[in-house]
């Protein structure tokens, strides 16, 4: 069975920075992509950032660029979120998710939530102003 288990979540001043970890079992997740994801209360989970198997092309929407980075160990089957400079927008809850991904890589096929084929059970971010 395929679980995809967050950790590292928390409460945080803003400016402060938190590590997400997630740490998948179950099968072997080569050729998969990897990708954030959260949701807010009252809002539509929304994509944070995503990183091919091969950890060469990564993915963020506009609102994380340069505060946050996306990386993987492949030898841990772990997936991490670096979050730097937080804000209380990004208050939220952080799912990670997981999907084969074969061929050219472009950020529709990594952004769009209904692709994935795994997805984790979210872990909170509380950011406070």
């Known amino acids: 069975q395929v679980q995809l288990v967050e950790s590292g979540g928390g409460l945080v001043q803003a400016g402060g920075s938190l590590r997400l970890s997630c740490e998948a079992s179950g099968r072997t997740f080569s050729g998969y992509a990897m990708g954030w994801f959260r949701q807010a209360p009252g809002k539509e989970r929304e994509f944070v950032a995503a990183?091919?198997?091969?950890?060469?092309?990564?993915f963020y929407t506009d609102s994380v660029k340069g505060r946050f980075t996306i990386s993987r160990d492949n030898a841990k089957n772990t997936v991490y979120l670096q979050m730097n400079s937080l804000k209380p927008e990004d208050t939220a809850v952080y799912y990670c998710?997981?999907?084969?991904?074969?061929?050219?890589?472009?950020?529709?096929?990594?952004?769009?939530?209904?692709?994935?084929?795994?997805w984790g059970q979210g872990t909170q971010v509380t950011v406070s102003s």
């Open positions: 990183i091919t198997w091969s950890g060469g092309n990564t």
């Open positions: 998710a997981a999907r084969r991904l074969v061929g050219v890589v472009t950020t529709a096929r990594v952004s769009t939530a209904r692709v994935y084929d795994y």
